[in-house]
């Protein structure tokens, strides 16, 4: 599908006018519409959540007693335990302007490892420190965060029946912090679909029941993560679902002007949810699995035997060739968004 019928093409009075920033479409044949505006306010929302700071941090390192994200770094706080901090860097080696590119060379393989030694690395925590100072590391920053998580994060609010700003600022929140999939699969069975009982039903039916498993959740640090739906929840009862300006997020305002450009900050990953990439012994398990099946439904030859060894790396670079993603083989956030996993 390229676009709505004519009928359904958005009014650009109605959004004031504002650039369009996100369109997609889904199959139900409804569209959603971000403006840059709204774009930014999701993006400011989150960096305050994990930086303190509107336009987050680009050089701040954090290590959190009990954090299952281990190391995290950058303008909104990716993890070592995701392996994203490995692909953060490696695009920062890998730009010809990097200023303390070849510092990290020595660190790479460590990093695609998920080494947690690396926590307590002190010349590794100056480089990271010392790096956000680069422009050129803020550029890669900006265009790895829309890539790996702001992109894949509309997608999924779009296949969710996600159509309002708020409603997406929260799937954003939700693949930053950790455990989107599961979170929606719990909400839809204990209340319904998206599609069922509305998305303003259904958004705070979410954030209720993703702060209650936060308050539960057995890695304790997690639990003083519920001012993030806290937020959500005051944004809702505002009746803030288009984002409009000005709002206040945990005592800081976002506004026009801010938007022209720490609190407790811990990743709520599942540990299924794993970089996959050729490594010596091969990764096997039921990830690798759902990835080749569906590399298969693409209608691409593979084998879906739960094993990325070196024919599974090959296809996924021809699917990323195809999708027009990094072609490095490596099965992060923007190729399992482009998988649809």
Request: glycine fraction near 10%; include cysteine; charged fraction near 30%.
């Amino acid at each position: 599908m390229v676009g709505p019928p004519p009928s359904q093409e958005p009014d650009m009075e109605g959004l004031n006018g504002k650039q369009y920033l996100y369109r997609s479409y889904f199959f139900g044949g409804g569209y959603l519409v971000l403006t840059e505006v709204q774009k930014r306010v999701s993006q400011a929302i989150v960096n305050i959540f994990e930086t303190g700071k509107p336009g987050g941090k680009y050089g701040k390192v954090t290590l959190l007693p009990g954090d299952p994200g281990h190391l995290t770094y950058g303008r909104s706080q990716t993890t070592l335990a995701s392996g994203n901090l490995y692909l953060l860097i490696k695009a920062y080696t890998e730009h010809e302007d990097s200023e303390l590119g070849t510092g990290f060379i020595d660190y790479l393989a460590r990093l695609a490892g998920r080494d947690i030694t690396l926590d307590h690395d002190m010349r590794l925590r100056r480089l990271l420190r010392d790096a956000g100072d680069d422009p050129v590391m803020r550029d890669v920053q900006d265009e790895f965060f829309d890539r790996v998580y702001w992109t894949p994060s509309m997608k999924a609010a779009e296949a969710t029946g996600i159509s309002t700003g708020l409603g997406a600022c929260v799937v954003y929140d939700s693949k930053i912090h950790g455990s989107w999939i599961r979170m929606r699969d719990r909400t839809n069975d204990r209340y319904g679909a998206v599609k069922e009982i509305g998305e303003e039903e259904w958004v705070p039916k979410y954030v209720d029941t993703r702060k209650e498993w936060l308050a539960n959740h057995s890695i304790k640090i997690l639990n003083k993560t519920v001012y993030r739906m806290e937020a959500f929840q005051k944004l809702i009862s505002e009746k803030k679902w288009d984002l409009e300006l000005p709002l206040s997020i945990r005592g800081v305002r976002i506004d026009e002007e801010v938007l022209g450009w720490g609190p407790v900050r811990a990743s709520a990953i599942d540990v299924e949810e794993r970089l996959l990439f050729l490594q010596s012994p091969y990764m096997k398990g039921e990830d690798v699995r759902s990835v080749q099946v569906a590399l298969k439904d693409a209608e691409f030859e593979i084998d879906t035997d739960g094993i990325f060894g070196l024919a599974t790396k090959e296809i996924v670079e021809k699917f990323q060739k195809h999708k027009g993603l990094i072609v490095d083989g490596v099965v992060g956030p923007a190729s399992l968004s482009a998988l649809g996993l």
